[in-house]
């Protein structure tokens, strides 16, 4: 089992930045993916970054957070970052950190059934 717990949401004003972190615990050795997705109320949970797992070599991101935000991983701490600049209302929500037991690609990164465990999510909020 694999466990995940999220920090480091908040509130901030559009333009600013927030870095969301998340724990990792458990048997992690087969654990080949992990994301970030988001959902605002009323509206669909969205892949927002994804990174592959060890070496996190191939990394993704949607188009609305492209150059915008960062996702990265400390083995060493068993933590996942997602880095967000240059914040936007559009950016608020609910994120999750998410851990799959396979690898990633382009095509499947942002699928949500593809991932097999779920932190509880940290709220961020965004405000113009």
């Known amino acids: 089992q694999v466990q995940l717990v999220e920090s480091g949401g908040g509130s901030v004003q559009a333009g600013g930045s927030l870095r969301v972190s998340c724990a990792i615990s458990?048997?992690?050795?087969?654990?080949?993916?992990m994301a970030w997705f988001r959902q605002a109320p009323g509206k669909e949970r969205e892949g927002v970054a994804g990174?592959?797992?060890?070496?996190?070599?191939?990394?993704y991101y949607a188009n609305s957070v492209k150059g915008r935000f960062t996702i990265s991983q400390d083995n060493a701490k068993n933590t996942l970052y997602l880095q967000m600049d240059s914040l936007k209302s559009e950016d608020t929500g609910m994120y999750y950190c998410?851990?799959?037991?396979?690898?990633?690609?382009?095509?499947?990164?942002?699928?949500?059934?593809?991932?097999?465990?779920w932190g509880q999510g940290t709220q961020v909020t965004v405000s113009s």
């Open positions: 998410t851990a799959g037991l396979y690898a990633p690609s382009t095509s499947t990164w942002s699928d949500k059934f593809r991932y097999n465990y």
């Open positions: 458990g048997i992690t050795n087969n654990i080949y993916s």
């Open positions: 990174i592959s797992r060890p070496a996190g070599t191939w990394r």
